[in-house]
């Protein structure tokens, strides 16, 4: 059995913690989060799978009294730094739901921390784990529709819907707090943007609306890959229903990943929708089978450190209307 501990205990955490459960080989060994009332309804779940666990209101608290071997992360985005470094300097694996950090410098020491301590740290990009995306991968470094010429990424996340009160948006959804609709949707498809591509990000220019100067809901930004790649990324959390579009333009043809499908066209050829593989386990499974299995995970908190550079000149550039080169 893998001891994990839950650190951070609102409505995202129940979901990953369902996910958990399913596995027969985890026990949840301490439930931490500031409201002491949040982890006693975490709790509730857990007794639903015949499962107990102590809750807590400070997460050193867990860590010395209940020793996991693994910590989830489920907090505020600002939060995730301070959990990640404690857990990590405790002997723990750590499993962050997205973003890894909310500035490069902190996401450095995170995964500087984790190799020095030969720890595993997995990021919740489950983008990374959509058939579509992972077929997409796949025939784009295979060479099917040729050199890649330009991206074009959108999500709409009917996010603003929810809190029609703009002026109480950061008070309802504190998670938002790190950055807004980018950092909260956002840096799901810029991951699957770089990791799709196989590209880091050279250099970007970004425009952003904002509900109250902390929190933005709309961002556009234009980028260079490594290669020279032009790419394009639109968000927006005003919206009716959602969807994530990539598409990528080759000089053969052109890709179009969604959600759910696929589709693919070669020259003149009618446009077809390939067969995709099959559901792979969720990003919570990948997490537990990467550390008794002994191997990486699907999304390694090493290979998140160009998205949160990204997310964090996509920022900078739309602060300061200036272009941002990224190192």
Known sequence: MLRIGIAGCGRVARIHLGRLLQRGDVEIVGLTDPDVSASKSAGEILATHGQQAPCFSDHKELLSKVTPQAIAVFAPHRAHYRLAMDALQAGCHVFIEKPLSTNSQEADDIVNLARGRNRVVAVGHQYRLRPSLREARRLI??????????????????????????ADAWRLD???????????VGDHLLDALLWSTGQPAAEVAAFQTRVNPALDVVTAAIMRLADGTPATLGLTGICGSPLFEISYFGELGHIKATDLRLRMSIGQDPEQEPALPGEDETIDSDFVTAITQNRAPCCPAEDVLATVRLLEAIARSATSGQVVRLA
Request: hydrophobic share 50%; aromatic share 2%; net charge negative.
């Open 141 to 166: 470094s295979e060479g099917a529709i040729g050199p890649i010429t330009l991206v074009a990424a959108t999500l709409a996340a009917p996010w603003l819907a929810k809190h029609q009160d703009s």
């Open 174 to 184: 504190p998670k938002l707090a790190g950055g807004g609709i980018l950092a909260d």
